[in-house]
C-alpha cells in the first residue's frame, strides 16, 4: 500500500519566495495533519483537516502559512512570504481515526 | 511547563540491555498515549500505543501508563544497535502534542 506522500522532499528558496508543499494523503484516511519539526521546538502541530475540512489550526501562523485540501486525496500547505525562521522539516500525515497517524518522508525546507 | 516531557538524552546502553524511556505529561484529560521512533533525517514510525492504566507488550517492547502520576514509559528489552534512534512520545487529548523526544544510542 502507498504511504503518505510529500512534494517536494526537498526545498531551498531565498526569502520572500513563495513556498508550496503537497501532501497526498493515504486512501481513505479521513484525517490529514500538517507539522513543523525543528531541533528546538521538536514537532509542532500546524493545522489537521477532517473531511477536508480545517478542525484545528491554531498552531499555524496565519499571516504567511495557509492551509488547503481541496479533495480527499490532495493537500497544500503554502508559506508567502518565506522568511529564515520557516527553515524545518515539514510532515504531513494521515489517520483514519485522530490516531494513530502516519508520516510521510518529509520536506526539508531550507529559506535563505 | 511544557505539555509533554521527555528527557533528551542521549540514553546509551550496552547491546542486550533494557532501555527505559520516559515521558510525563501535563494534562488530566489525554486519553491515548503513543510512542514513535524517529531514525534521523527519517520520519516518525509508531511503534506503540496505549489507552489504559497498566503495561502493554508487543515483542521487546512495553509501554508502561499510569494516568494518576500522569507518565508513560517505552522499554526495550535485548537492546539493538539497531534500535538507536530518537523515541518521540505523544499523548492525545482532541489532538496529538509530542515531547522533543529522547535519543537512544545502543553501543555493541
Known amino acids: 500500500d502507498a504511504g503518505v506522500i510529500q512534494s517536494p522532499r526537498h526545498e531551498v528558496t531565498e526569502m520572500g519566495q513563495e513556498v508550496t508543499l503537497r501532501c497526498k494523503p493515504i486512501?481513505?484516511?479521513?484525517?490529514l495533519f500538517w507539522y513543523r519539526q525543528t531541533m528546538m521546538q521538536g514537532l509542532e502541530l500546524l493545522v489537521y483537516f477532517n473531511n477536508k475540512a480545517v478542525m484545528d489550526d491554531s498552531g499555524m501562523p496565519k499571516d504567511r502559512f495557509s492551509a488547503k485540501m481541496p479533495n480527499a486525496s490532495f493537500s497544500t500547505l503554502k508559506i508567502q512570504p518565506s522568511e529564515p525562521r520557516d527553515s524545518a522539516v515539514y510532515f504531513c500525515?494521515?489517520?483514519?481515526?485522530?490516531?494513530?497517524?502516519?508520516f510521510g518522508d518529509g520536506t526539508r525546507l531550507s529559506i535563505l | 511547563q511544557k505539555e509533554v516531557e521527555q528527557n533528551s538524552g542521549p540514553l546509551s546502553v550496552p547491546e542486550g540491555a533494557i532501555a527505559s524511556l520516559n515521558c510525563t505529561y501535563s494534562?488530566?484529560?489525554?486519553?491515548?498515549f503513543f510512542w514513535y521512533r524517529q531514525y534521523s533525517g527519517k520520519s516518525p514510525e509508531l511503534i506503540m500505543f496505549i489507552y489504559s492504566n497498566g503495561d502493554k507488550e508487543d515483542g521487546r517492547f512495553t509501554a508502561q501508563l499510569n494516568k494518576a502520576s500522569q507518565y508513560v514509559s517505552l522499554l526495550i528489552r535485548d537492546s539493538q544497535p539497531s534500535d538507536s534512534a530518537t523515541y518521540l512520545c505523544?499523548?492525545?487529548?482532541?489532538?496529538?502534542?509530542f515531547g522533543t523526544g529522547t535519543r537512544l544510542q545502543v553501543f555493541p
Open positions: 494534562d488530566r484529560g489525554s486519553q491515548s
Open positions: 500525515a494521515s489517520s483514519l481515526d485522530p490516531q494513530p497517524q502516519h
Open positions: 505523544a499523548v492525545s487529548t482532541d489532538k496529538l502534542i
Open positions: 486512501s481513505g484516511h479521513d484525517y
